[in-house]
């Protein structure tokens, strides 16, 4: 990963993004279909809430033995993974549905996942995806001191070791959003005066988000203490839960943004970037396992980030379609498109620009 970007005039990046645009619309419109979700997202949505619930329920109302019901907290984190990438993502961008209400709904379904709509709204919808790969503007990319994502962050001695240890800390991710992070997310968005739409009432986002929290404490932690299951066993399960989600989450998000082949561009003086936002996204993303239909069913198309950065509005579902329009078009304009064939070679590839950033204090 660098920082050095080509760049584009106005004229050639608009005519990229206009053509890109025109011909992706006119795929849609050729086939008929609409650009949201379709039976296929609503078949996966019913799977991945029963695999997120279902072993819920089962561990409340079967007597099981203890390795039976750390196994079921397994099942629980995948499904809650599943579920935050396929029905909520979508939800929460507006794509899962035509309908404006279908798509609140699925969007809150973070409530239940220990997040906040408004706080995940503004970071992944705001600032990510304005802000790709921006070091100090996109918060994906800050992981504290313990792990150097960018070579702008500072370097410590102990990041040497960081391809190692890092997959054992990207599991906490979700954990860290049922403890601290929204309460952490909330505060500093209000005082930056930061939203997604029409700013909110500030009393009702601290309202939601202190009822939420309690309601989902109360479902996840103290139900099942109150049924009779050891609390020591509700929490280990808990924490299970929220690692397998974490760490699914996690690497599923690094290996699109967090490569060699991706970029960290920097802007000017006055704050700007040298590219208009289309040509960022392309050079600051990447697929991988475009060919995998388990990867591609299972992330909700999260291996196809290069699409889902130019057109977070269309379903992942669709994703695959329009692909191969994205990746001709951007070989007509001399523009990249990153992308790994397996997800093997991203994880390698992820993990050796981990130990690259760990053992370079400065990359070139």
């Given at each position: 990963m660098?920082?050095?970007?080509?760049?584009?005039?106005?004229?050639?990046?608009?005519?990229?993004?206009?053509?890109?645009?025109?011909?992706?619309?006119?795929?849609?419109?050729?086939?008929?279909?609409?650009?949201?979700?379709?039976?296929?997202?609503?078949?996966?949505?019913?799977i991945?809430?029963l695999?997120?619930l279902?072993?819920?329920?089962?561990?409340?109302?079967?007597?099981?033995?203890?390795?039976?019901?750390?196994?079921?907290?397994?099942?629980?984190?995948?499904?809650?993974?599943?579920?935050?990438?396929?029905?909520?993502?979508?939800?929460?961008?507006?794509?899962?549905?035509?309908?404006?209400?279908?798509n609140?709904?699925?969007?809150?379904?973070?409530?239940i996942?220990?997040?906040?709509?408004?706080?995940?709204?503004?970071?992944?919808?705001?600032?990510?995806?304005?802000?790709t790969n921006?070091?100090?503007?996109?918060?994906?990319?800050?992981?504290?001191?313990?792990?150097?994502?960018?070579?702008?962050?500072?370097?410590?001695?102990?990041?040497?070791f960081?391809?190692y240890y890092?997959?054992?800390?990207?599991?906490?991710?979700?954990?860290?959003?049922?403890?601290?992070?929204?309460?952490?997310?909330?505060k500093?968005?209000?005082?930056?005066k930061?939203?997604?739409?029409?700013?909110?009432?500030?009393?009702?986002?601290?309202?939601v988000?202190?009822?939420?929290?309690?309601?989902y404490v109360?479902?996840?932690?103290?139900?099942?203490?109150?049924?009779g299951?050891?609390?020591?066993?509700?929490l280990?399960?808990?924490f299970?839960?929220?690692?397998?989600?974490?760490?699914?989450l996690?690497?599923?998000?690094?290996?699109?943004?967090?490569?060699?082949?991706?970029?960290?561009?920097?802007?000017?003086?006055?704050?700007?970037m040298?590219?208009?936002?289309?040509?960022?996204?392309?050079?600051?993303?990447?697929?991988?396992?475009?060919?995998?239909?388990?990867?591609?069913?299972?992330?909700?198309?999260?291996?196809?980030?290069v699409?889902?950065?130019?057109?977070?509005?269309?379903?992942?579902?669709?994703?695959?379609?329009?692909?191969?329009?994205v990746?001709?078009?951007?070989?007509?304009?001399?523009?990249?498109?990153?992308?790994?064939q397996?997800?093997?070679g991203?994880?390698?590839?992820?993990?050796?620009?981990?130990?690259?950033?760990?053992?370079?204090p400065?990359?070139?």
């Amino acid at each position: 990963m660098n920082t050095n970007v080509p760049t584009f005039s106005k004229q050639d990046s608009l005519k990229f993004f206009r053509t890109l645009n025109s011909r992706v619309n006119a795929y849609f419109k050729d086939n008929n279909i609409k650009k949201t979700g379709n039976w296929k997202l609503h078949l996966k949505a019913v799977i991945m809430f029963l695999l997120f619930l279902t072993p819920y329920f089962l561990i409340l109302t079967i007597s099981m033995p203890f390795w039976v019901m750390l196994l079921l907290s397994v099942v629980i984190g995948i499904g809650m993974a599943g579920v935050g990438m396929n029905v909520m993502h979508d939800g929460n961008h507006g794509s899962y549905s035509n309908k404006s209400w279908l798509n609140k709904f699925m969007g809150g379904s973070i409530y239940i996942l220990a997040g906040n709509v408004h706080n995940w709204q503004v970071q992944h919808n705001v600032l990510h995806h304005t802000f790709t790969n921006i070091h100090g503007h996109d918060e994906d990319l800050d992981a504290g001191r313990i792990i150097r994502f960018t070579q702008e962050a500072p370097w410590y001695k102990f990041h040497k070791f960081q391809h190692y240890y890092s997959v054992f800390l990207y599991g906490l991710l979700t954990f860290n959003w049922a403890l601290t992070t929204d309460w952490k997310q909330m505060k500093g968005y209000l005082k930056r005066k930061l939203s997604y739409g029409e700013p909110q009432n500030p009393a009702k986002l601290w309202t939601v988000l202190v009822i939420t929290k309690i309601i989902y404490v109360t479902l996840w932690l103290v139900l099942p203490i109150i049924i009779g299951i050891v609390w020591w066993k509700v929490l280990l399960g808990f924490f299970i839960m929220h690692y397998t989600a974490g760490l699914i989450l996690s690497i599923v998000f690094q290996l699109a943004h967090v490569v060699d082949e991706t970029t960290n561009p920097i802007p000017n003086e006055e704050g700007e970037m040298e590219n208009t936002w289309a040509i960022h996204q392309l050079y600051t993303t990447a697929n991988f396992a475009p060919k995998n239909r388990i990867v591609n069913w299972f992330t909700g198309g999260l291996n196809h980030q290069v699409e889902h950065h130019l057109f977070p509005h269309i379903s992942h579902v669709h994703y695959g379609k329009i692909a191969e329009i994205v990746k001709q078009t951007a070989k007509e304009c001399n523009l990249p498109y990153h992308e790994f064939q397996t997800m093997r070679g991203a994880v390698i590839a992820h993990f050796k620009h981990l130990r690259d950033l760990g053992q370079k204090p400065a990359m070139a």
